[in-house]
């Protein structure tokens, strides 16, 4: 498996969890390979459920909340499930203003989003 | 406001290259800081210039590196004011489609734009739409 570079991946049951390495995610190229980091997990791997925890992200563009979306898509299409957890209230604001909360499944925690998954 | 009502007045201008705007939002959210603005007010002014700023080198000027970016902005301790003007053909941002309706929750565009006018008091576009010009008035509450 190639290296990842842009997110950290473990497994907790039946679910993949990704956190992020930058806090600050707004480089375009950097956006691009956490993209393609992401569809790995459902078109190469396989993976069937996927948690996103965003302890660690504490400021991210709209270039990036595209990028989420097109993950979203592509989650949908290999019948996989997507969450997401442990958003700062300044992140969830930019989901809430763009409602992408009602796009996305968002958890207080990631105990309170693997209860689910 | 008069001119010297403002703490900080600054004026540059960029090459359509990424990353090229990085400086100056550092050297802006600095003087910000420098003026007590709080760290909610910031990420808003953080959001208002990563937006505009990209969008001028990206969707303005089309990462045209000849083509350049101008910007200027005024600081003082309750107001912002920011003016970002590409050499593109501009756009027209009411025919952006409305990235928070239901059906275009997952198309690509206009989050940025929707951002810019969440966290800023007031934002205008000129006639042909290649400058945007923007102001945040701090809270009374907030203000030192």
């Known amino acids: 498996m190639a290296k990842l570079r842009r997110i950290k991946v473990s497994e907790s049951g039946q679910v993949s969890v990704v956190t992020f390495v930058d806090s600050k995610i707004i480089d375009e190229a950097e956006i691009q390979e956490m993209g393609q980091e992401l569809y790995d997990l459902v078109e190469?791997?396989?993976r069937k459920k996927i948690l996103l925890n965003f302890a660690n992200v504490e400021f991210l563009s709209s270039a990036a909340l595209g990028k989420l979306i097109g993950f979203d898509k592509r989650v949908k299409q290999h019948a996989a499930q997507l969450m997401l957890s442990n958003i700062r209230p300044e992140i969830y604001e930019v989901f809430a203003?763009?409602?992408?909360?009602?796009?996305?499944?968002?958890k207080d925690d990631e105990a309170d989003a693997l209860a689910v998954l | 406001?008069?001119?010297?009502?403002?703490?900080?007045?600054?004026?540059?201008?960029?090459p359509s290259r990424r990353g090229a705007h990085e400086p100056f939002m550092r050297q802006v959210l600095a003087q910000l800081t420098a003026l007590g603005w709080s760290n909610s007010d910031l990420f808003g002014i953080e959001m208002a210039l990563e937006e505009s700023l990209t969008n001028a080198i990206r969707h303005g000027n089309r990462l045209d590196e000849s083509k350049q970016v101008v910007a200027e902005c005024k600081a003082a301790p309750d107001r912002f004011?920011?003016?970002?003007?590409?050499?593109?053909?501009?756009?027209?941002?009411?025919?952006?489609?409305d990235c928070t309706a239901d059906e275009n929750l997952q198309c690509c565009g206009g989050r940025g734009l929707a951002l810019i006018k969440a966290y800023m008091t007031r934002v205008d576009y000129n006639d042909c739409g290649n400058c945007v010009t923007m102001e945040k008035v701090r809270a009374?509450?907030?203000a030192p």
């Open chain 1, 44 to 46: 190469r791997d396989s």
């Open chain 2, 1 to 14: 406001m008069s001119e010297k009502a403002w703490s900080w007045i600054d004026h540059t201008t960029f």
């Open chain 2, 81 to 97: 004011w920011l003016r970002v003007e590409d050499q593109g053909p501009g756009f027209k941002p009411q025919h952006v489609p």
């Open chain 1, 97 to 106: 203003i763009t409602k992408l909360t009602k796009l996305f499944q968002i």
């Open chain 2, 140 to 142: 009374a509450a907030e």
